[in-house]
């Protein structure tokens, strides 16, 4: 949550509304750049919990 919360403090307002951006569509932001990153190994991500 905390790159989240960094995330809108990078982009806080919607380029194409100028409206602020929702904390679960930030989730999904970061959750997308992640899985992007992850697939070219510029992170490398791992499951948490018993999964």
Do not use: C, H
Request: aromatic share 8%; glycine share 2%.
């Amino acid at each position: 949550m905390s790159l989240v919360e960094r995330w809108q403090q990078i982009q806080p307002v919607d380029p194409a509304t100028l409206e602020l951006i929702d904390p679960q569509i930030a989730f999904n932001q970061v959750k997308e750049l992640l899985k992007t990153l992850d697939a070219f190994l510029y992170v490398l991500l791992q499951r948490s919990g018993s999964n």
